[in-house]
């Protein structure tokens, strides 16, 4: 009986290189609302659902569920506008996800996004089919660090946590992917450090980088 083995992975900055995009819908979504936010604000963010980074921002507007979830609702349909004019997939992620169903991996996403930036971009991968457990935003109710995004995943892959490695490109996600027992792969995408990811199991600047073999060797 062959060992269970699955890799989750994370969307913004792993599959869509999505950090310009993100910063831009940001930015005219604070604009129509006669606020601002900096790109040390929105760098620091990453990993988090939207919905607690309006909420720590702007605490002006109080814990008003019905405008921040109007704000949050603008904001990503702007990212999706954005991306889907032309989608920038994040180099080498095709052929990884390739490598790995070949190889008798089970592959995930474990996504602080909402669920429509996840579709669009798996869509664009032309590789939703291949993912047996896809969560996002919408199906937990804690982001990262916490682990539940990723413990969720897990259940749904019907992989242990053990048998799993995350590629993720925030530090929130590093956290979450060890808190959850997995092995923690970074990929130091645009707006990151490698000194921000000390904890992670694996460093690495490119996709490419990685192989089956090589996260099947770390699994152990």
């Not at 601002?36 to 507007?61: C, K, N, V, Y």
């Not at 997995?182 to 694996?202: C, T």
Request: aromatic share 6%; hydrophobic share 45%; glycine share 8%.
């Amino acid at each position: 009986m062959s060992v269970k083995r699955a890799v989750v992975f994370d969307v913004d900055g792993v599959l869509v290189d999505s950090y310009l995009a993100h910063y831009e819908s940001w930015k005219l979504v604070a604009e129509e609302n006669s606020l601002e936010i900096t790109e040390i604000e929105f760098a620091t963010s990453f990993g988090r659902t939207s919905r607690e980074i309006i909420a720590d921002l702007w605490p002006q507007h109080g814990d008003s569920s019905e405008w921040i979830k109007s704000f949050d609702e603008r904001k990503e349909s702007l990212y999706r506008e954005i991306v889907e004019a032309e989608f920038p997939v994040m180099e080498g992620a095709v052929e990884l996800i390739d490598q790995l169903v070949a190889a008798d991996f089970k592959i995930g996403v474990g996504s602080s996004g909402p669920p429509e930036n996840v579709a669009l971009t798996l869509a664009s991968l032309e590789r939703a089919d291949l993912f047996g457990g896809v969560v996002t935003g919408a199906d937990v109710s804690r982001g990262k660090p916490d682990p539940e995004v990723f413990l969720t995943c897990a259940e749904r892959l019907g992989v242990p946590p053990g048998g799993c490695a995350v590629i993720e490109d925030a530090a929130a996600g590093v956290a979450a992917a060890n808190a959850a027992g997995m092995k923690s792969i970074a990929l130091v995408s645009q707006g990151h450090h490698r000194d921000e990811f000390k904890d992670a199991a694996r460093i690495v600047d490119r996709l490419d980088q990685l192989s089956a073999q090589s996260i099947s060797e770390l699994i152990g």
